[in-house]
């Protein structure tokens, strides 16, 4: 419990620390002279990068566990922020954005392999992946509105270095307090027999789950690309960064919302999955086709959407893993929402003149939810939760 506390500490100052630029990047690379499709590719670019991270981070995570990488991945980024204080071009803001995107594709994957693999029960890994996503949407619904602030009173360049002292700050305590055992107790982890067999034949696969899982991390990244890079745009860019905060504080506060009601750990992650996913499309055909309905109202159902889905996503991994590589099970489910984030703002900039990017977002979701296997396989119903209502 002791390690999963520090843990939700760095994820809580990490997440702070980058949901603070989301209000602030758009308004900063305007100021640098860029046009809204650079700033399309400057924000896939830091997906884009996202991939090799996630190739590399996939079996180093399960060999020599997760605290190495943990630290990399904080300090890498505070260093780079320190950096983009100083810059003057557009081209350089890219530059960055894409070194950033591959440093910090190791922080995902290595913090939920280490949650996971706190304990071989169920409920409480359940209990681990909640609480990782309230720590992370207590920390999204406070960084977007303090980022506008603090840029407000500071400017860019003060923002960006203080944010970067902070990771700097957050991998120096990482380093010091978590064991330096660590990694060995977690390799033995990975390396024991999963309770639940794995194997056809006598032969180990190398993953046990179907690529169509990891559909739906892909379009859902995909349409949250699109809604980060629509926001900051809305009435011709010239929104306040104050409001682009609160807006994204909004969905955070909704996410809150449902993460708060614990007892929906209770049903099926498949079927909590399904409903989030299904209630995220609607917001978007409402973004799309009912402007009149009142945009703070919709965001904060589309945050509750997001409450719903990313915990029951971590939880249906597991379960359909038997716990077994969980370092390539999250490196995967990284490198498609490194993929979705990446087509998500390119296509939104592309034809956002032609065709409204929040309907793009409402058909892929959509496209990703009938991708969903919905028949349990005998493995899967071996694996998972005999109480569960779905899968």
């Not at 939700?8 to 100021?31: E, G, K, N």
């Not at 960006?160 to 305590?173: K, M, N, W």
């Not at 919302?257 to 055909?285: D, E, H, I, Q, W």
Request: aromatic share 10%; charged share 10%.
């Amino acid at each position: 419990m002791k390690t999963a506390i520090w843990l939700y500490l760095f994820l809580f100052l990490a997440v702070f620390d980058l949901h603070a630029q989301y209000p602030i990047l758009t308004p900063f690379a305007i100021s640098l002279g860029a046009a809204p499709t650079f700033i399309g590719w400057m924000m896939g670019i830091y997906s884009l990068t996202h991939l090799p991270g996630n190739l590399i981070a996939g079996t180093q995570i399960d060999k020599h566990g997760s605290r190495r990488y943990i630290v990399f991945s904080l300090m890498g980024a505070g260093i780079i922020l320190l950096i983009q204080a100083q810059i003057h071009t557009p081209w350089q803001l890219l530059a960055l954005r894409s070194i950033s995107g591959f440093v910090l594709a190791f922080l995902s994957p290595a913090c939920l392999a280490l949650l996971a693999q706190l304990s071989n029960d169920p409920i409480k890994q359940g209990k681990y992946m909640s609480g990782h996503g309230v720590v992370h949407t207590l920390a999204s619904v406070v960084s977007p509105a303090a980022g506008a602030l603090i840029v407000g009173a500071l400017g860019f360049s003060a923002t960006f270095a203080s944010l970067g002292y902070l990771l700097i700050l957050s991998g120096v305590i990482a380093w010091l307090s978590m064991p330096k055992g660590l990694a060995e107790v977690q390799h033995e982890k990975v390396t024991e027999p999963p309770t639940h067999s794995n194997t056809a034949g006598g032969k180990s696969k190398f993953l046990p789950v179907s690529w169509r899982y990891f559909a739906l991390p892909l379009v859902i990244a995909c349409a949250q690309g699109i809604l980060f890079f629509e926001l900051p745009l809305r009435g011709g860019g010239h929104s306040s960064m104050m409001s682009t905060g609160l807006l994204f504080s909004i969905i955070s506060i909704g996410a809150l919302f449902t993460l708060s009601m614990l007892f929906l750990n209770r049903y099926s992650p498949k079927l909590r999955l399904v409903a989030g996913v299904l209630l995220m499309a609607l917001c978007f055909f409402t973004l799309a086709a009912m402007p009149q309905i009142p945009l703070y109202s919709v965001l904060f159902v589309l945050g509750m959407s997001k409450g719903i889905v990313f915990p029951a996503m971590a939880t249906l991994f597991i379960r359909l893993s038997g716990g077994a590589k969980l370092g390539r099970i999250f490196s995967l489910q990284s490198i498609a929402t490194s993929i979705g984030s990446f087509i998500g703002p390119i296509t939104a900039g592309q034809l956002r003149v032609d065709l409204s990017p929040y309907f793009i977002a409402f058909v892929l979701l959509m496209i990703g939810m009938m991708l969903l296997p919905y028949f349990t396989s005998r493995r899967e119903a071996h694996l998972a939760d005999p109480k569960s209502i779905l899968g």
